[in-house]
T-cell receptor, first 114, second 111 residues
Framework: ETGVTQSPTHLIKTRGQQVTLRCSSQ?????VSWYQQALGQGPQFIFQ???????GRGNFPPRFSGLQFPNYSSELNVNALELDDSALYLC?????????????FGSGTRLTVV | GQNIDQPTEMTATEGAIVQINCTYQ??????LFWYQQHAGEAPTFLSY????GLEEKGRFSSFLSRSKGYSYLLLKELQMKDSASYLC????????????FGIGTKLQVIP
C-alpha cells in the first residue's frame, strides 16, 4: 500500500503571497488532517477533512483553508502569508478516527516565508 | 481543550531503559498516542492507549492511567537509532476526533 505523499517538499514564498500544499492520502484512508509544526514544537492541528467536508478546525485564522477531493486527496491553502507561517506542514491520513492504527503522516512540506 | 506536558529533553545510555512521562488535562478523552519523530522527518506511529494499563510492543511499551491523566512510554535496550523526539498526543472525544500533540521529548542516546 502507498503511504501519504506531500508536495512540494520545500517551498520559499514572499510575505503576502498565497501558497497551496498538496497531500495524497494512504490507500484506504478517508480522513485527512493538516498540522503545522514550528521548529522545536509539536504539531499544531489546523483542520481535518472527512468525506470532502471540513470536520473540525484548530485555532488558525480563516486565511488557512482547505479542500478534500473525491479520491480523498487534499489541499491546504494559505493566503496573505506571514513570516510566522514558516514551518513544516504535515498531512496525516487515517480511516475514520485513526484509533488503534493512528495517523499516517506524510514527510511534510517545509515552507519558508521571507 | 487539551493541555499536554512532557519533559523537553532526556539523555540515556545505549542498552539502558528510559521512561518518558506525559501528563494531560482534557475536556474529553478518546485515546492517547505516542509518536517518534527523527529530526527533519515525519512523525511515525508507536502506540495507542484508550484503556488503562500497559501495552507492550517489542522494545517499546506504553502505559495509561485515565484517572490520573498520565501516560508513559518505556523504551528498553536503547539503541543509538532511538535518538529522536517522542510526541505524546491526546484525541478529543468530541464530534470530530481532533488530536492534540505535546511539544515532544527530545531523547539523546549516548554510547
Amino acid at each position: 500500500e502507498t503511504g501519504v505523499t506531500q508536495s512540494p517538499t520545500h517551498l520559499i514564498k514572499t510575505r503576502g503571497q498565497q501558497v497551496t500544499l498538496r497531500c495524497s492520502s494512504q490507500s484506504g484512508h478517508n480522513t485527512v488532517s493538516w498540522y503545522q509544526q514550528a521548529l522545536g514544537q509539536g504539531p499544531q492541528f489546523i483542520f481535518q477533512y472527512y468525506r470532502e467536508e471540513e470536520n473540525g478546525r484548530g485555532n488558525f485564522p480563516p486565511r488557512f483553508s482547505g479542500l478534500q477531493f473525491p479520491n480523498y486527496s487534499s489541499e491546504l491553502n494559505v493566503n496573505a502569508l506571514e513570516l510566522d507561517d514558516s514551518a513544516l506542514y504535515l498531512c496525516a491520513s487515517s480511516y475514520g478516527t485513526g484509533g488503534s492504527g493512528g495517523y499516517t503522516f506524510g514527510s511534510g512540506t517545509r515552507l519558508t516565508v521571507v | 481543550g487539551q493541555n499536554i506536558d512532557q519533559p523537553t529533553e532526556m539523555t540515556a545510555t545505549e542498552g539502558a531503559i528510559v521512561q518518558i512521562n506525559c501528563t494531560y488535562q482534557t475536556s474529553g478523552f478518546n485515546g492517547l498516542f505516542w509518536y517518534q519523530q527523527h529530526a527533519g522527518e515525519a512523525p511515525t506511529f508507536l502506540s495507542y492507549n484508550v484503556l488503562d494499563g500497559l501495552e507492550e510492543k517489542g522494545r517499546f511499551s506504553s502505559f495509561l492511567s485515565r484517572s490520573k491523566g498520565y501516560s508513559y512510554l518505556l523504551l528498553k535496550e536503547l539503541q543509538m537509532k532511538d535518538s529522536a523526539s517522542y510526541l505524546c498526543a491526546v484525541m478529543d472525544s468530541g464530534g470530530y476526533q481532533k488530536v492534540t500533540f505535546g511539544i515532544g521529548t527530545k531523547l539523546q542516546v549516548i554510547p
